[in-house]
């Protein structure tokens, strides 16, 4: 098959993590014979810095025009230390996830056998851990009206969401959910908040559809707690923007590293995919960055947008390999021999 693939490699680590990923998917195109044309494309600061704002219209049409979207990571502190700045990298992310409808945000967190002792807990609390939080993208308080009032002294940000919004992401959580364990949890603050309760009213309302699946509902700060406490007990979760956002980043330490985790974001045509670790500036160009999340984004990539399981799995399995046999960065190396973004990447494609 023939891709066209849209490289939105971004800043900080960002290129660098980018190269791995490109690597071994040419490695998985050649084994399988497929043709990969990359399509690469500016944004987040580097556009900032190049055309003046970070998600320019010729990014938006190579993603439009692309099979598929491989993001990086945007970011940098001097944008992060000014709160004043006009134009930041983020609103570059924010403004492509509304362009290019992408209002469903799918992040894994799962266990590696070999890794149980890097996580921060115990290890007999997330043995077994393999849940995936479907998080909304595109809504929420993250997109509602904010400001400031009172001479500056007052500041909102509106939180909304339409029935509408919250049924497209509920839909995608009860179809997996019957791809996976027929359990589906409900994350809302429906005590407090009013837009929970349409959350929570609309999903209910979805049940009998889906007679397969048992849903729960759950407050946002009790799933906060027993994510930590006993994580294995989830399987899928959908949640709204910002919930997910917190929930998510809580998530990724029980795997052991943030430089793991992959994600996908989708709508109802393009799909993205992205490691769930940030920018990461302080490392840039020390080719010490963990690129793992970021090739594991693109086995998503492979699964998902293409519907080729076997060029997922085989990376995957590269990955599991490299793990197994301490062909880690130094997040992982923990006193061992730490390995090169590079020569993390070399290894993996050599290997597929
Ligand atoms: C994420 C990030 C973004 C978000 C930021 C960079 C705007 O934290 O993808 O989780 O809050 O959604
Ligand atoms: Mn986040």
Redesign the pocket.
């Known amino acids: 098959m023939k891709f066209n693939i849209a490289v939105l490699a971004g800043d900080g680590i960002g290129p660098e993590v980018m190269e791995q990923a490109q690597k071994v998917s040419e490695a998985v195109a050649q084994k399988f014979g497929h043709e990969i044309t990359w399509k690469p494309a500016l944004t987040g600061a580097a556009a900032i810095d190049a055309v003046g704002e970070p998600y320019p219209d010729s990014t938006h049409q190579v993603c439009l025009a692309s099979d598929a979207v491989l993001f990086g990571a945007i970011g940098l502190p001097r944008f992060d230390n000014d709160p004043s700045a006009k134009v930041r990298p983020e609103n570059g992310l924010l403004q492509m996830r509304k362009q290019l409808g992408l209002f469903a945000n799918l992040r894994p967190t799962f266990t590696f056998p070999s890794l149980l002792d890097k996580s921060p807990l115990k290890k007999e609390r997330i043995e077994g851990t393999d849940l995936v939080f479907l998080r909304e993208l595109t809504g929420g308080i993250y997109f509602g009206e904010k400001g400031r009032r009172d001479g500056g002294e007052t500041a909102f940000d509106n939180c909304v969401y339409t029935r509408m919004e919250v049924q497209r992401l509920a839909k995608k959580g009860f179809e997996l959910a019957m791809t996976r364990s027929n359990r589906l949890c409900c994350v809302d603050k429906a005590n407090v908040m009013e837009t929970s309760r349409l959350w929570r009213e609309t999903v209910q309302a979805m049940e009998k559809d889906y007679p397969e699946v048992t849903v729960s509902y759950e407050l946002v700060d009790a799933v906060a707690m027993r994510l930590v406490q006993w994580p294995n007990t989830y399987d899928v979760l959908i949640t709204e923007n910002l919930f997910g ?1 917190i929930l ?2 809580e998530a990724s330490v029980i795997s052991g590293s943030m430089g793991l985790m992959p994600s996908a974001s989708m709508g109802s045509d393009i799909a993205l995919f992205e490691p ?1 670790h940030g920018s990461y500036p302080q490392a840039t160009g020390l080719n010490i960055a963990n690129p793992m999340a970021m090739v594991l984004s693109a086995a998503m990539m492979f699964e998902i947008a293409f519907n080729l399981p076997e060029e997922g799995k085989v990376i995957r399995d590269a990955v599991n390999k490299a793990l197994a046999e301490g062909i880690v960065t130094e997040d992982l190396a923990d006193g061992g021999k730490a390995y090169g973004t590079k020569e993390v990447g070399d290894w993996l494609a050599a290997n597929i």
Do not use: E, H, P
């Open positions: 956002d998510t980043d769930i």
